[in-house]
């Protein structure tokens, strides 16, 4: 009898995972013959080099043999690796979205550079946007002591509306710097 993997009893994570969302093609591929089955279009909720998460209520069985699609841009080729079923997290589970955990087993020849290089690019945007917002930060504080200040020294009036300003066009923005530095977590 084949063991069932759910999250509760393979719950290892030794690399930092990307939470990504793009979309994946996947196809069931037959285990005798190796041909094609039905292909599936989802999206990911996180990724590695060597697996990712597909949120899915369709749950397919822990070994199932796969090729992948995996689009990174629109105006690049997609991707191509082989990989299997490794562990799902189904509905009912508190916490998790349900979905299959996807190990890649296989890469085309210089298909691992163009992951790598993109995850990389993912992990820079990450410490990039933390810096951002922790000087957005540093501006909502020096904002507040300007407050306390424009009763005491003139100036502090017209520095105070400047940062408001400034603050004011940041918040427009701010949304995209917590979507970053939600991208990279450890699971």
């Not at 690399?15 to 279009?41: G, P, Q």
């Not at 909720?45 to 209520?57: A, E, H, S, V, W």
Request: glycine residues 4%; aromatic residues 8%.
């Amino acid at each position: 009898m084949k063991l069932k993997r759910t999250i509760k009893n393979s719950n290892r994570r030794f690399k930092k995972r990307l939470a990504i969302s793009t979309k994946v093609k996947i196809y069931r591929v037959d285990k005798k013959s190796h041909r094609l089955l039905k292909a599936y279009l989802l999206e990911t909720r996180d990724m590695t080099q060597k697996g990712l998460f597909l949120r899915t209520p369709r749950i397919m069985p822990i070994g199932t043999p796969l090729r992948i699609e995996i689009t990174l841009s629109p105006d690049v080729p997609p991707i191509v690796a082989e990989g299997k079923v490794a562990w799902f997290a189904r509905p009912t589970q508190v916490g998790y979205f349900p979905g299959m955990g996807v190990q890649i087993t296989k890469l085309k020849r210089g298909e691992g550079k163009r992951m790598k290089d993109f995850l990389g690019e993912k992990f820079l945007n990450y410490h990039h946007a933390l810096e951002l917002k922790k000087m957005y930060a540093q501006l909502k504080d020096m904002a507040a002591e300007l407050y306390d200040m424009r009763q005491s020294h003139k100036q502090a009036a017209h520095f105070k509306k400047v940062i408001d300003y400034a603050i004011k066009d940041i918040d427009n923005i701010a949304h995209i710097l917590d979507r970053e530095v939600w991208e990279v977590k450890s699971l």
